[in-house]
């Protein structure tokens, strides 16, 4: 596709159990950045990829959130032992590298936990 | 926290021109300002960016003061469906690796 696309779209998940949301960037973008929106809030910036390192893991909240990206292209965040905190819209978005280049978002993955 | 500061909310008039602030009065001489709106549970959509120089494009134009320090947004023509959440953000690369740090925006309602 032309665009960012995240998947699923939606996801209920019971309290302790893993989750893992899926990103597919823009081809040819090699930065990957996942964001975190909470209901009402602004985006929460959670880690960053060029290509398939991870040079900026600053806003991962805690242990339990991890990220990977395979290929320079797909990417995976996962949310180990899940908690009602985490219930948000996860978003991803693509570049190419340099601060001068437009930053593509995906429609998120809203993650609800119950 | 944010580098950008926005007004909460702002109201215009179908037909007429939007003009939404910015204030970035601690940007470095490498970040860009960007603009990106935000519609009801959508993803945020790209509209402008510039440097130091006033930018126009199909969607919007970008007036960046000569200090750099505040910018504004301008919808010529805002229509019902440009009603969203507005953001300001700033970008730069190099050890700031091209992220984007979102403030809480300005929601603007265009109406009838």
């Given at each position: 596709g032309a665009g960012v696309s995240q998947s699923p779209s939606n996801k209920v998940t019971e309290k302790g159990k893993d989750v893992e949301l899926r990103c597919d960037p823009i081809s040819g973008h090699t930065a990957l950045y996942w964001y975190r929106q909470s209901l009402g809030q602004g985006l929460e910036f959670l880690i960053y990829f060029q290509g398939n390192s991870?040079?900026?893991?600053?806003?991962?909240?805690?242990?339990r959130f991890s990220a990977e990206r395979t290929g320079g292209s797909v990417s995976t965040l996962t949310i180990q032992?899940?908690?009602?905190?985490?219930?948000a819209v996860y978003l991803c978005a693509s570049s190419l590298e340099g601060a001068n280049t437009e930053a593509f978002f995906g429609q998120g993955t809203r993650l609800t936990v119950v | 926290d944010a580098k950008t500061t926005q007004p909460p909310s702002m109201d215009c008039a179908e037909g007429r021109a939007a003009n939404l602030p910015c204030n970035h009065s601690t940007i470095s001489g490498n970040e860009y300002v960007y603009w990106y709106r935000q519609i009801h549970s959508q993803g945020p959509q790209y509209i402008i960016h510039g440097l130091k120089n006033n930018e126009t494009n199909e969607m919007a134009s970008l007036i960046i003061t000569e200090d750099r320090k505040s910018s504004t947004l301008i919808l010529p023509h805002a229509t019902l469906r440009d009603t969203a959440v507005y953001y300001c953000t700033l970008r730069a690369g190099g050890t700031s690796y091209g992220k984007l740090t979102f403030g809480q925006g300005t929601i603007l309602t265009v109406h009838p």
């Open positions: 991870a040079p900026d893991k600053s806003g991962l909240p805690s242990d032992r899940t908690q009602q905190e985490d219930s | -």
